[in-house]
């Protein structure tokens, strides 16, 4: 290499001659754009929000449990496990409703500001709402009766939006939280009665808690759990009897577990035994909790890692044995969901900051297929009868339509929707199926 | 950073829009430039400056040392950059021609020195990726340490370190001699 530091020396003022253009004429309309948009509560960052001292201390050390407890636990497992075969041999368990495979109904989606369904061939298309504001996150009952859906009062309304429920043909709709702040995707209860989701409040936004509420309106919201401890993606069990979460500590990183509670928010227990400094994947700042139970409920998946490399890990559920990865890569792999069946896992592979592959594998990780590439970020959705997935390409390239792909031909059923794109909330980029009995 | 700027970055971060309004004024000419050679075309450029400022209002509060706001966001509109490029990556660029003669300022020592040295750096930016131009609008033009460079683009030190060897080989640089950056480089990192 010649030596030539004359260039370089000039390079900065070269740089600024070759791309030095007019005089910027667009910074009126950047400061409107930014004066109409609320800022993110500082807890929607997780890990960068926390100061330097904190990042540079060592994490705190994870309690070990003693050789012989775990041999001992081992060696019950083991009982088990063999007791199990013994008696369900290679049957496979048939799970009750509101669980396991089922009838696929209609998929209900965001189209133009309101909430539409379609048959899953993308015939029948039609609004269900038709009342003020944008809709978004769409979300059937596990019996298929109800949908529960957030309004918007525009697509600037970052962070406030109501929680609403209606009949499943979008009729009898009430409100049944006014003050939804930053709320994660909701889950309802097995038998329709209650919604679980997370959500900051008015006067705190700093704050993420679990709550839960009654479908029918019959009673408000109620916060659950420790009101001092800061709480995201609360899901309830199959059995309706738990809650799974994500418990952190803004002040200490790698805080970040996975933790059951009660549904009246009692016994909380910590199922993560690893430091995690980051969840969900860009998942996480989109709404989508990153954690699903099994249908049986015995098992929990979880995307957590540091905030560029996250693996999919799947926990018992009873804390008896600590999480192990199903599936992980120099990628984030996040956004990980169950089949109906509990056979199948889907889940989302890609960088921080671009549009993930979706895949699908088995139950334990294996035999990993990829999909379909650059998603929008919201949670893959299986069909009940476990033949489709639906979802819904970066809506920065294509805007014009979510997808319903056949796992076993491939083959693509496209249902057009307008944009009405919700800057990084729960908005137009979300679908759910219906669930109907098998006949 | 001037005790001025941490006030209204401080001022911005509790929700007041004047302050923001004020920090943006004073930098979007240099943000526009830098997307322009990175992306090299006036339109992308706009997209990206708009969209880093955006995302800068919106998520002001996860900013975690204020003192590194300059950094941060050159590192959102740089990263706005790549994400444009990614996604049209199929389409092509438009590459926004500069006349040479407007190039020319009559207050260098030695003009016809200057052109050629922009000739060959325009070429040189020309063949590189989005990436590579990122490197060096970041090492060079804004002025960031390698490490942090690095940390801005997601890419192992040594990755950088070689591809800025590579680029500046191009321009018959040593990459050993030391380098006078401009004002606000310095160590750390922003969120």
Known sequence: VNADPRVENRLPRILTDLGTGATPDYTDSILARTAATRQRPSWMFTTRLLTMTAITSPAAPVRRVPLRTIGIAALLLLALAVGALLTVGNQPRRLPPPYGLATTGVVSYVNDGQIWVAAADGSGRRAITTTAGVKGLPLFSRDGTRIAFLTYASVFSLGHASLSVADADGRGSMVIDPDAYFINTPSWSPDGRLLVYGKASATDEEAGRVYVAASDGSSPPRLVGDPNAFAVAPVISPDGTRIAFFRFDPARPESFQLTVMDIDGSHALGLSRGAFADIGGAGMEHGTPGIAWSPDGTRILFGAGSPDDQDVFVVDAGGVTPERVIATGPQLEYAATWSPSGSQVAFFRGERFDFPDLYVAAADGSSQRRIATHLSWFTPQWSPDERVIAVVPNPDLNRGEIRLIDLATDEIVPIPIAGTYIDNQPGADTVSFQRLPLP | ?191
């Open chain 2, 1 to 191: 950073v001037t005790v001025d700027q941490r006030r209204l970055v401080d001022q911005a971060r509790q929700g007041d829009h004047d302050a923001f309004a004020e920090l943006v004024r004073g930098s979007i000419a240099r943000l526009d430039t830098a997307a322009r050679l990175i992306l090299r075309d006036g339109e992308l450029a706009r997209d990206a400056v708009q969209d880093g400022l955006f995302r800068a209002w919106r998520d002001l509060r996860g900013l975690r040392e204020p003192d590194r706001f300059d950094a941060w966001i050159y590192r959102l509109t740089v990263n706005a950059c790549l994400d444009i490029a990614r996604r049209r990556r199929r389409r092509p660029i438009e590459v926004e021609i500069v006349e040479i003669t407007e190039l020319l300022a009559p207050s260098l020592p030695d003009p016809s020195d200057e052109v050629a040295d922009r000739i060959l750096v325009d070429g040189v930016m020309r063949r590189l990726d989005e990436r590579g131009r990122s490197i060096i609008v970041l090492h060079y033009f804004v002025g960031l340490p390698l490490s942090e460079v690095a940390s801005c683009l997601d890419l192992p030190l040594g990755t950088v370190k070689s591809r800025l060897s590579r680029a500046l080989a191009e321009m018959r640089i040593d990459a050993h001699e030391p380098v006078p950056l401009p004002a606000f480089a310095s160590g750390g990192s922003a969120s």
